[in-house]
């Protein structure tokens, strides 16, 4: 399992390295190439959330008595994801001094302040989506839990109705041993009383 971890890591670091350096060239561009560039980073980020979940089932998958150096490992990984977060978002809304210009024109005083707005409110709009997709990932795995836990309970109740029916086959059994248990002692009994009556004829 340590070492499925350890080739995670590895992909994990490859990925971070990539999207580190593509996340310092964004606010350089613009237009087609700012927007393709964004679009991805964001899938590679995908790629890397995916990455985190497989490293949390295989820390899980490792015994007790080794989990907690991986347990230490996972969680710098994703204090390292959430930095990556804040640091693409940023650069998603910001725009290098070229590119500012570029865009501003001769109508830098107004334009800039109306060009802070719309980072502002963007940012805030980026912020937004981003809890909602936290909060869609949190329902879907409340929701695989609630799957999961479903299908325990039904294994359970087989497990229980199959148990009442063996101790009802043995409490059938029982009744049958009792029965035939009576039938055998009336059958001694009639016997030991015949026994009785032909020894007392003899002695007459």
């Keep these: 399992m340590?070492?499925?971890?350890?080739?995670?890591?590895?992909?994990?670091?490859?990925?971070?390295a990539e999207i580190t350096n593509k996340i310092g060239r964004i606010p350089k561009l613009g237009g087609k190439e700012k927007t393709q560039l964004v679009l991805n980073v964001d899938k590679q980020l995908e790629e890397v959330r995916e990455l985190m979940e497989q490293m949390d089932l295989?820390?899980?998958?490792i015994p007790i008595q080794s989990r907690g150096m991986y347990q230490?490992?996972?969680k710098s990984y994703k204090?390292?994801?959430?930095?990556?977060?804040?640091?693409?978002?940023?650069?998603r809304i910001a725009y290098s001094d070229d590119v500012r210009n570029e865009l501003?024109?001769?109508d830098a005083g107004s334009s800039e302040s109306q060009l802070m707005k719309l980072s502002e409110e963007r940012a805030h709009l980026l912020d937004n989506t981003e809890k909602l997709e936290r909060s869609s990932r949190r329902l879907e795995a409340g929701?695989?839990?609630a799957v999961e836990t479903e299908q325990v309970g039904q294994e359970i109740l087989a497990n229980l109705h199959s148990d009442r029916e063996k101790i009802q086959r043995s409490r059938d059994r029982l009744r049958e041993t009792d029965a035939n248990l009576g039938k055998s002692s009336r059958i001694l009994t009639g016997m030991l009383r015949s026994m009785s009556?032909?020894?007392?004829?003899?002695?007459?």
């Design 104 to 106: 501003l024109g001769e």
């Design 2 to 16: 340590s070492s499925d971890f350890e080739a995670y890591e590895q992909d994990f670091g490859t990925l971070t």
């Design 143 to 145: 929701y695989q839990i």
């Design 72 to 74: 230490s490992r996972l």
């Design 58 to 61: 295989e820390v899980r998958e």
């Design 197 to 204: 009556m032909c020894s007392k004829t003899v002695v007459l």
């Design 79 to 91: 204090g390292e994801m959430e930095k990556l977060e804040k640091d693409f978002k940023r650069s």
